[in-house]
């Protein structure tokens, strides 16, 4: 699988945070689906995608897509750590593909130039010195507008500097953008863009062809002027804002006719917030098109109806525990990590439907993937964890270990109503018991993820991670210091050589040589599965559906060519 960095996900933090329903199975019921196994490196990854591929001229010109989505907003800046989710980088994939803008992914996480942004792209190291150089498309132009230029770049180099001396954006720091030693124009045309690099970073491809619109750097509108506002006219895409009903939370979008590009064949697209059993009642009602069947609930319910398909795929996701190391101690975090019984969490999740897959040993990457190696600590167990707790001078109380009169006792924060959610938490609590760990569960609405993850309101969380088409950038993001409030920076030095490596099989070694010690040593992010990804979907509807890495926030393109038979 070719590595490229995608820009959208290279400007950020190299993970897109997912809600737990989709990446869980519940539990229960008395038939097993048929199987269905994930794959392993070398596998044929269309095996992996179902989504009615049909060519353009075969489908219908108009139409409307109604989807569903766990939630809009509420803050419309995808940029900001409180608008950034899967649910609004798909949908703003419609309206604000200039985010994505010159590189797109194909669903084997292949990158390729989308030329309605950039038109030529070039990186390049010569003597020590990094430089990428690219044109954008003259054509390009926000929605009131404002060129894309040169300043839509800038706009990100203004941000992340104003970031670093102080300024309050409410903005995850990017390392790709601090290494920037400047954005130039090349023979006095704004549309020839060069960035030079204070020191190499790797992988370069595809970088700083995300275009920003300069109003952007008001840090007063980045933090706050987008809170429940779609203002589509700082932004550029196939689609444009047609309704948002903020009480309902209703989006409507239309075709945009200051898109300069192809066409969409869809003249609408609506999306309704709604939680994962709305979804399942929405779509028995024809109210939706498109459903999540990956659990073992959505899927006895939805896969019986008439006149729809069930498309199977595996899930572009890692599902984890990820622990707050300001809330639990580095002896107790990695007491959990080698009690935590895996393998029974997988059963719980996906026997009865029919779902095999190896105990995932990765937060940046799937065993399908070139260069996958299970980083997972290897030395496990009741008697290891217990063992990590009294040499680190714990001591038994009852029930449960203490230390200086402070009992091991902590939440663990969940998200959503599948019953899987409140199962597995259950089995974690009675696991954690065994080896002197007090746990209780503290559950919230998927639409609080976003608040909860970005102000770190939790000890241990369960939830999940969108896979990336950049594993190392993935780790440089999960296991840096910065990312961690300090936690870790043993390991800094080491993120620092995987990000100035070129070459790509090397840098893939020193990634899993950091994730591996990072598991070890650090313990906060607990791989614990990947999963299937099932949708329910009307029949007819082509180029939609799991897709791995051509999903819109990697591809806006499908916004394009989705659309209805004819």
């Given at each position: 699988?070719?590595?490229?960095?995608?820009?959208?996900?290279?400007?950020l933090t190299?993970t897109?945070?997912?809600?737990?329903?989709g990446?869980?199975?519940?539990?229960?019921?008395?038939?097993?689906?048929?199987?269905?196994?994930?794959?392993?490196?070398?596998?044929d990854?269309?095996?992996?995608?179902?989504?009615?591929?049909?060519?353009?001229?075969?489908?219908k010109?108009?139409?409307?897509?109604?989807?569903?989505?766990?939630?809009?907003g509420p803050?419309?800046?995808?940029?900001?750590?409180?608008?950034?989710?899967?649910?609004?980088?798909?949908?703003?994939?419609a309206?604000?593909?200039?985010?994505t803008?010159?590189?797109?992914a194909?669903?084997?996480?292949?990158?390729?130039?989308?030329?309605?942004?950039?038109?030529?792209?070039?990186?390049?190291?010569?003597?020590?010195?990094?430089?990428?150089?690219?044109?954008?498309?003259?054509?390009?132009v926000?929605n009131?507008?404002?060129?894309?230029?040169?300043?839509?770049?800038?706009?990100?180099?203004?941000?992340?500097?104003g970031?670093?001396?102080?300024?309050?954006?409410?903005?995850?720091?990017?390392p790709?953008?601090?290494?920037?030693?400047?954005?130039?124009?090349?023979?006095?045309?704004?549309?020839?863009v060069?960035?030079?690099m204070?020191?190499?970073w790797?992988?370069i491809?595809?970088?700083?062809?995300s275009?920003?619109?300069?109003?952007?750097?008001?840090?007063?509108?980045?933090?706050?002027?987008?809170?429940?506002k779609?203002l589509?006219?700082?932004?550029?895409?196939?689609?444009?804002?047609?309704?948002?009903?903020?009480s309902?939370?209703?989006?409507?979008v239309?075709?945009?006719?200051?898109?300069?590009?192809?066409?969409?064949?869809?003249e609408?697209?609506?999306?309704?917030?709604?939680?994962?059993?709305?979804?399942?009642?929405?779509?028995?009602?024809?109210?939706?098109?498109?459903?999540?069947?990956?659990?073992?609930?959505?899927?006895?319910e939805?896969?019986?109806?008439?006149?729809?398909?069930?498309?199977?795929?595996s899930?572009l996701?890692?599902?984890?525990?990820e622990?707050?190391?300001?809330?639990?101690?580095?002896?107790?975090?990695?007491?959990?990590?080698?009690?935590?019984?895996?393998?029974?969490?997988?059963?719980?999740?996906?026997?009865k439907l029919?779902?095999?897959?190896?105990?995932?040993?990765?937060?940046?990457m799937l065993?399908?993937?070139?260069?996958y190696?299970?980083?997972?600590?290897?030395?496990?167990?009741k008697?290891?964890?217990?063992?990590?707790?009294?040499?680190?001078?714990?001591?038994?109380n009852?029930?449960?270990?203490?230390?200086?009169?402070?009992?091991?006792?902590?939440?663990?924060?969940?998200?959503?109503?599948?019953?899987?959610?409140?199962?597995?938490?259950?089995?974690?609590?009675?696991?954690?018991?065994?080896?002197?760990?007090?746990?209780?569960?503290?559950?919230?609405?998927?639409?609080?993820?976003?608040?909860?993850?970005?102000?770190?309101?939790?000890?241990?969380?369960?939830?999940?991670?969108?896979?990336?088409?950049?594993?190392?950038?993935?780790a440089?993001?999960?296991?840096?210091?910065?990312?961690?409030?300090?936690?870790?920076?043993?390991?800094?030095s080491?993120?620092?050589?995987?990000?100035?490596?070129?070459?790509?099989?090397?840098?893939?070694?020193?990634m899993?040589e950091?994730?591996?010690?990072?598991?070890d040593?650090?313990?906060?992010?607990?791989?614990?599965?990947?999963?299937?990804?099932?949708?329910?979907?009307?029949?007819?509807?082509?180029?939609?559906?799991p897709?791995?890495?051509?999903?819109?926030?990697?591809?806006?393109n499908?916004?394009?060519?989705?659309?209805?038979?004819?």
């Open positions: 699988m070719t590595t490229f960095s995608l820009n959208r996900r290279t400007l190299g897109v945070a997912l809600g737990t329903v990446l869980l199975a519940a539990c229960g019921g008395n038939s097993t689906k048929n199987e269905n196994s994930a794959l392993s490196a070398g596998d990854l269309s095996k992996a995608v179902s989504y009615n591929e049909k060519d353009r001229s075969a489908l010109d108009g139409g409307e897509l109604r989807l569903s989505a766990d939630g809009i803050n419309f800046n995808i940029l900001n750590t409180n608008g950034y989710t899967a649910g609004n980088l798909n949908i703003q994939a309206i604000n593909s200039s985010f803008g010159g590189y797109y194909d669903f084997r996480g292949e990158g390729h130039m989308n030329e309605d942004y950039v038109t030529e792209y070039k990186a390049q190291t010569v003597d020590g010195v990094q430089t990428v150089t690219f044109k954008i498309n003259p054509k390009a926000f009131d507008g404002t060129p894309i230029d040169i300043a839509a770049v800038r706009s990100y180099l203004t941000i992340y500097r970031l670093a001396e102080g300024k309050d954006y409410q903005i995850t720091p990017a790709l953008w601090e290494q920037v030693a400047s954005v130039e124009e090349v023979d006095g045309d704004s549309r020839h060069k960035v030079t204070s020191k190499p790797y992988p491809e595809g970088s700083f062809t275009f920003l619109h300069p109003a952007f750097v008001d840090v007063a509108f980045f933090n706050d002027g987008m809170n429940g779609p589509d006219k700082y932004w550029a895409g196939p689609f444009k804002v047609s309704e948002w009903d903020s309902g939370k209703v989006l409507t239309v075709r945009n006719e200051k898109w300069w590009g192809t066409k969409p064949l869809l609408r697209i609506t999306w309704r917030e709604m939680s994962s059993q709305a979804e399942q009642a929405a779509f028995k009602n024809n109210e939706i098109d498109y459903a999540d069947a990956s659990t073992l609930s959505s899927y006895n939805l896969s019986s109806l008439s006149n729809i398909d069930i498309r199977k795929g899930a996701a890692v599902g984890n525990y622990i707050n190391p300001e809330k639990m101690p580095l002896p107790v975090r990695r007491a959990f990590v080698a009690a935590l019984n895996r393998e029974q969490l997988l059963k719980l999740r996906y026997e029919g779902w095999k897959e190896p105990l995932p040993g990765s937060m940046c065993p399908m993937q070139e260069g190696q299970d980083n997972y600590p290897t030395k496990l167990g008697d290891v964890a217990t063992k990590i707790l009294e040499d680190a001078g714990y001591t038994k009852g029930d449960y270990y203490e230390k200086d009169g402070v009992k091991a006792s902590y939440s663990v924060t969940t998200f959503g109503t599948d019953p899987v959610v409140s199962s597995t938490a259950q089995f974690l609590t009675q696991q954690m018991k065994e080896i002197g760990i007090e746990l209780s569960i503290d559950n919230h609405g998927a639409s609080e993820m976003a608040s909860i993850i970005s102000a770190k309101n939790f000890t241990i969380k369960s939830g999940g991670y969108g896979i990336t088409t950049s594993p190392v950038d993935a440089n993001y999960f296991y840096i210091s910065a990312t961690n409030n300090g936690h870790g920076k043993d390991l800094d080491l993120a620092a050589t995987m990000m100035s490596t070129e070459d790509p099989k090397e840098q893939l070694k020193i899993n950091l994730e591996k010690r990072h598991l040593e650090v313990a906060i992010y607990v791989p614990t599965n990947n999963g299937p990804n099932f949708k329910a979907c009307r029949k007819g509807l082509a180029n939609y559906g897709m791995l890495f051509g999903l819109p926030y990697y591809n806006p499908v916004w394009i060519n989705v659309g209805w038979e004819k």
